[in-house]
Each structure stands twice: as C-alpha cells, then as structure tokens.
C-alpha cells in the first residue's frame, strides 16, 4: 500500500485484489481494476496533473466526471497518441501510458509559467488588440508563435492503427444517464414491455449513488436494481457509452469507449446511431465551482468529487480539508471526511445554518463558520492554506484540501441542441431543459429534481410515460424506494468576490477580470462574451463554467439570470474521435466504386483507369502511348482509319414500357419522338423546366410499347429520378413503366470504317448490312444465351455500333469482339481519346451541358423546329434566352502553327482589354491528328462571328493564343462516313 | 436525422430519400402556354417558417416520390403520403353528409 499514499486501508469499489501498472510523465505508478486515472493518480499523491491554456497555471484534478477541465492528459503513443482526455473519465487500464500537456520542459518547472507575471497584459482580446495593427501583416508573423504558446495537448501524426465502427440501433426507449432516476426509468419501462437501451457515460451504472459507502442502503438498492435489469430480456446495459447528439426524429448518436476489445482485434470505439421510440432524459446535474482568488490551485475540488473519491475509490485527497459551500449538500462531504479521519473546517455562505448539520458537525469535531467565503488561496503547485473571510475578522486555515460547492446545474446540453432553449427556475436557482417535444421525457435531477428519492420516483413515471408513448403498457411493479438520509440542495447565489485571479473557466483560463472587461467593452450579450472572452470554448465546453460566468454578467449588467440567457449548446457532448464518426468508411472504402463488367479487363490489359463520378473508366491504354498525351492520339487514329472498341457500360440506361410509353417521350424530349419507327433509335435533348439543356442521349424503340433510352453517365439517376417524378406527380394518367436497367447491361461502342467487318465476324448470326441495320437502326439476338442488341450510332463520327449484351457476358463478348477484331486494326480505346473525337466532330457534352446553356446556344435548336408541349417549351423562350448576343457554341482553330488551346481560357477580341470574364470561354480542346492542329470548342458571345479571330487567354498558363471562329464540326460536315 | 415513415417501406432515414422540392407549388398542364404560371412554378416560392409540403422521393428503397409535410421550425413531420395518390381532403360533395349550419 505503500505505493497508494492516499488510499484508505478499506472500502471503495475498487479491486485490490487486481492491481494495474500505469505511468503518468514516465513515472511508474500502481492502481486498482475500478479506478478511474484520476482517482489512481491522487491516489498516489499525484496532486499536480497540467498546466493552464492561457498562463500555464499549476493543475490538479478538479472534478469526477466527464466535466472535468483541468485534468486533460495525453494517452499513448505513436500512431495511437490521443490528446485532450479528461483523466476522470479515463478506466485505469494496465500498461497505461499518460502525458501532462502543455508544459515545456516539465510539469514542475515550466518555462511559459512566466505568462503569469505578464497576466495583466493577456486579459481577453490581448491578442487580436495587439497584433493585428491596421493590417493583417503583424499577426500573420506573430501567430504562428503565439499558436504555439498556447493550446493543449499535441496530435499524433502518424495514421491510427486501430479500427472504429458505426453501427445502427433501434430501442423503444432510450434512457440517457444510469444514475437512480435513469435505472429507475430502465426498470419501469422495460417492465412495461418495452425494449429499452440504458446510456451510460461512466464504466459502472450507480452515478452519484456510486459515492455512496458500500454496505450503506443505497448500495444495496443499486446491487439489486441492477440486478434486476440484467435479469430482464429487454434491456441493452450501454456502459462506457456517452449520448453526444441529439438529432432530429429521437436519434441518438453514441460513442462507446471499449479500448479493453483493441488487444482482441476489434473496434476501439463504437459509434451507434440509435434511433428512438421515446427518450427518457436522465442525465443528471453538474456542481458548480465557488469563485474567489487563486481557485484554481491544484487541491480546489469539486466537493461532491471529493466524495466520490472517498467513498467509490477509497482514496482520501486530503488529511486538512476546507469545505466552501453555499448549500447542505456540500456538507456530506465534509461528514464523509471527518468520519475518514481528516481534520475539516466548514465555511458556508449562508448566515443561518439547518441544527441537524451543526450537530452532526459537532458530533464529528468539524469546525463551522457561517456567512463566510474563502477570500484568497495560498499555495503554488498544491494549496497551503485558506483565508477565509466573514462577519468577523479574516483568518487562515491551513489545509492541503478545498472542497467547494456552488449549487448544481441540471446536464441541459443534450436537450438543448436541437434549439429548445432551457428555461430558468428560481427555486433551484438554475436551468432546467425547455419544454420536451412529444416522446421526450425528463427524469431526475436532470429536471431540477435533487433528491434520491426524487430521482427515483420521477425516473419509475418517465419510464411508465416513455413505454407508454411507445404502446407498451404492460402493468408496472411500484418503484423500489430508497430512503437515504439525504441533504437537499438549496440554492444560495455565489458572488464572486476577488482580489487576485478568480478562474470562471479554469480551462480556457477566463477570470472574473476578463468578464468585467467583457462588460466594459460592450460585449453583454451571453454570445458576445463567449466569443471575445473565450468562455466555454474549450473540449469541456464550459460544463463547469457556465452558470458562474453568466450570473457573474448578470450581477455587471444588472439584469437576472433569464435576461441575461445561456449560450448555445451545440454536439458533441464531450469530444469525439473523428475515427469514431468514420467507422469503416476509410480509404477505399470512404465512398462506393463502380465496377463495368469489363473493367478487370482493361486492368490486365494496361488501362490507365480514371474515376468518373463513381465509376472507374479506362482513361487510355499503355500500349497506345507512354502518357495519356501519346496515346489519345494514337487511339484516334486506330478509330478513324481502323476500328477502335470502347466500353461504354456507364451510360444511364433505362427500358420504358407501357401504351403511353411514346407520349412520355415526346413529352421529355424537347425533340419529337412519337413518329419514331420501331426498329430505329434516335438523338435526343432533354430540357429542364427551366428551359435550359438537361442532358441528351438516345432512345430506341424496340416495340410498338417498349422503348430504351440512354442518358449521359453523369446524369443517370437525375434523369431516372426526374422521369419517376413526372410520372408521380405530373401525368399519373399515362400508363407508362420505367425501370433502370443500367447494371443489367454491359454496353460496348465498336466504331471505325471497319467496324462493320469486325462485328459481322463476331455475330456471324445477325444480318448487319446497310439495308438491314442502316444509320440509327437496330438489331437484335444472342449471345452466349445472354441477349444482344446492337445500334448503329455514332458519337466519334465514324460508322459506329453500340453493342449492348447482358451484363454477366460482358467481358466475353469484349474479348470476342478484340479477337475477331485484331486482323482488321481494332484496338481499344479511352475516355480521352472518346472526348477528342467527339470534339473533332462538334458533339456537345458536359463542359458545354453545364446547366446553363440552351439548345440555342448548343445549336440544337433545330431539332425542336416549332414544335411545343414538352417540358421546358414555355420558359426557354423567356427574353434573356432568346437574346441574338447569348454565347453560342463556335469551333476554335489556332490560328499561328505550334500553338495550343486551353480549356477554360477567357476568350477576348484583339485589342480589348483582357479582363473580367471576356466575350466567351473555351469548353473542350483536342489535337486533332487528322488536321495536324488543336481545336476546340467554345462559348463565344454572337457579337463575335464565326472568322473572325480571337486571343484565348489562360491566366493561371501564362498563355495568350490567338484562334480563328470556325463551324464547331471539324470532320465530315456532311456525316457520309456515318452512312454506307 | 429526420425519420421519413415511408408509406411503402416503413420508417427510415432521411439519407435513403432525395428531396424533391416544394409540393405546394402548382404545376400547370404541360400544354398551358402561360408564361407567368410557369414562371411561379419554377422560380417563386412562399418558404413560411412552419408547414411546408415537399416531394421527397425514397430513392434507396420503393423509389416511390412522396409528399412530406414537415415543420422547418422543429422538423417534425405530420404526415407522409404517395405522392401518386394525393389524400383526398374532402369526400366527392355527393356524398358528404348535409351541412348542419349554414355558411
């Protein structure tokens, strides 16, 4: 025992029997399985565990809970470092590794501590007043100093080895808090019927029946409570697990910590999105530090902490205790400590004590002073002595210990973040959550509820309500009482009254100073003094600091409390590793990959593959070129004087059926589609409501009712959805089906002037003449026993074929067509090589259908002639459209040999001035092997005729081409290469 | 995450549904040559801190577009119905029993 200075010889609910090896600062230290780092570190005498934000102040533990703000250490090491955990939440475990943070070079002896000497100079907004200047030049030297001044703990930067998961949940009733009116809530719900999940943040259920003696009547009630909950089928025990959001629809979102299961291989920790058929709010109530001089010398406790410690850990923090209070409940603590053999003095706020206390006190020779505070601290890196101050004359106590207690403030954050405000309560002198939306209940002290008693039978009707409101109404068992000689909290309002520091956020290091400040320089508003003070924005998020910091701005301005309000309280809760939100959605599997069928083809076959939205595309083929500039080039060359085989499997594909199958066409496309013949495809536009070019493709008719359209691959599912979404809400009269068939297909362009030679070889079956499949025909029949349609289209210009085959015969029906092929020249080619020639050929695409053009502008206007009564029709004649100056598409040659285009190059008229956005832009470039030069295409103003010259201006190149306007279609004006 | 009870599917998260856009807008008749009802349909919109009927289309499930009636102030959402079968607010006027008091 020698090692655990300060743990009592018995009790507390910790296993001696298993001690744990840790280090703190590379020290080796001992605790027991049941403690907490927090308690295992005072138990070994450690009283100083960091230094402060701002002044690099001495700290010690300050809490028991997850609101601690002092205690942040640093956990692990290498890829598994993790900075900022509050030692008071952390299980002990063996071999632990922790850090103090933000001290350089020690702990004891820190080099920044000497900010506390410039303390005058770093009140709030020191910073942005001094170093910003009338221009951002002096803070942008200076910050990277200051940075690193200030702050906590350090990042890893190595890549986190361990993994994390998301998992999703469903309860009938959630219950946040395992403390009495939480179990309370459990067993009457679950006794209702109902499938319930108990949140708890700590490692052990109980909350403050834990700092309870054992053997004392509310251990027991809690043995058996629990006793009974894991004896019922329908309730989930969540230990080590925090709530950290609320979301819309009673969702939950919860961390469990489960660092025991990372040597087993698992996750480290478990984010759970639960979703809720009700949720019981239990989440307890926070107490309030005392504000006065030097209160955050290491040795200033939270009293009901102190308890905790004493009664759950067996460790006694301090043999001179000072309990500072302003209510009774404080005073358990006090009893509790002289009953373990330390020397106590009481100094409470109030004038008039309760005589049941005073004669307890006596009883345990505990000195009391009443209507006095504590003026001042004395002591450095440990507390010394306490000057306490009252109707009398000052005097010093000495004392290793300072328990204080400000009242309690009920755990408001959960219930707060979907923006229902808390609503302030006199009697309790505190907030209290806003009203509760249906489904939602309250229970406990989370409520403004501080007895045991109290919590017990709130949470037994919360739990009764929530089943209920979930159908489960199965008669209950009357609640298990439990009578504990309990001290209700009363409230009694903590005026800070200061000489020297007086922390409000020990860990943003904000004293009453900065507040009055705040209040001299206008900042009043609640938002205001958080922003310009810093308060309440550290990983504690102000859980200790909030209620002293806005009572201090009410008492400055004048106002009450509801007045003057609380900030916002936003998720999470406590701190989350981004791990945790990830889950399993990391690297490769951060978002989903789309697969064609024949894509392991292209890997083995030398494809360089390129990600197009989701899917993975052959960008080009090594064996065409060394780099994607060598081989587009070469890849069109096979396709204009061979045959070149392109996978086209990503374009949307989509099969319509149904009587009314031609009327939804005729009505999508802007284009007429009712007189198209079965047996022949043709091109379409499709426009917006709006007017402006949604996206174009192909529809084939294969029966008098059967249609099958394609769309472009990046607008697959818009068109699906938008096609389900006119059928739903628009024309529900037209009996029409569609359906995706996108995957079901593997989809292959043949094209080139020996395209047809190459599939006759292939599908020796089918009759592919000019008279039976001419230009925009279709064929159809087998193969390998899948189904096969072939359309003679073309997007390249050449005589091309679109192969459709069942997706499972893709990647045979591709090697079927490169091997038959080979003796004709076909080789494969890529998406570049697909846009160039595309380009060559003046066909738009995505840079041109970018959402603001119009068929006008496209040169599409023609197909639509002066036809209406499709979608689009009325709003694309609004005047700005129709504007004659609207840019239009134009084709773009260099005009000087050896230059180059650029796309997204400003076009400008010789001479003007090259700024703004110019007459137009360039779209899509291409060399063109067949015209030995670049071309492009662009948006050009219709000031600017086609011949005339231009300068193409790309800024971010440095570059300044000049190019002649010609027809955008570079190749074949008359299409003959289509036909024949 | 708001919860969408899908009349098909039951009720499921808002991520497995795209949001279609305001259903309190009036789409007029695909022949209604009138530029300024167009216009109101595309363009204007109300967006009234409160009840808004929208289209939300439950794409990772039925596929189904659906008509939401959703609070913005708190999200909370009174009722979802197919948008193909609008619910029908009054009963045909032939059979609805004789009003009591006039109006």
Redesign the interface.
Known sequence: MSSNPKRLAEGGRIDRGRPLEFSFDGSKLTGFQGDTLASALLANGVSLVGRSFKYHRPRGIFSAGAEEPNALVTLGTGGRREPNLPATMLELADGMVAESQNRWPSLAFDVQSLNSLFAPFLSAGFYYKTFMGPTRRAWMFYEHFIRKAAGLGKAAMEPDPDRYEVRHAFADVAIVGGGPAGLSAARAAASAGARVALIEQDFRFGGQLLSERPGSEAAAWLQAVEAELEGFGNVRLMARTTAVGLYDGKVLGLVERRDDARAAGQARQVFTILRAGAIVFASGAIERPLVFSNNDRPGVMLASAVRAYLNRFAVLPGRKAVVATSNDGAWRTAFDLAASGARVTVADLRATLAPALQTEASRLGIAVHAGTHIADLRGGRAVKAARLAGAGAETEIDCDLVCVSGGWSPTVHLTSQLGVKPVYREDIDGFVPGPFAAGQFGAGSAVGGYSTAEAIETGHRAGIEAAAYCGKMKPVPAALQLQSAELAATAFRNVPRARGKAFVDFQMDVTTGDIELAHREGYESVEHLKRYTTLGMGTDQGKTSNFPALSAMAALRGATIPETGTTTFRPPYTPVAIGALAGRAVRHHFRPIRRTPIHDWHVANGADMLEVGLWMRPYFYRGAGRDVNEAYVAEMRFVREAAGLMDISTLGKIDIQGPDAAMLLDRVYANGFARLPVGRARYGVMLRDDGIVFDDGTTTRLGEHRFFMTTSTAKAADVMSRLEFQLDTAWPDLRVAVTSVTDEWAAMSVAGPRSRQVLAAAFPALDLSNEALPHMGFTEGEFDGRALRIIRLSYSGERAYEVYVGASAGEAAWRRLVEVGEPFGLRPYGVEALGALRVEKGHVAGPEIDGRTTLDDLGLGHMVGKRSGFVGDVLRRRPALCDPNRQRLVGMKCVEAGTRLSGGAILFKPGETRQGHGRGRITSVTYSPSLGAYVGLALLAGDVATGEEVVAVHRMKNEAVRARVVSPVFLDPEGERLHG | ???IDCPCCG?R??DEF?Y?GD?SVI??A??????EA??R???VRKNPAGLHRE?W?H?LGC???LIVERDTR????TSVA????PPTKKPPAKKSPPRKSPQ
């Not at chain 2, 695909?30 to 530029?35: E, M, P």
Request: no cysteine.
């Open positions: 995450m708001l919860r009720p998260d808002h795209r279609g259903a789409r007029p695909l022949d209604d040559a009138d530029f167009w216009y349909y595309v363009f289209h289309q794409v596929r189904q577009w708190n999200h909370a959402i197919l948008a193909r079968r």
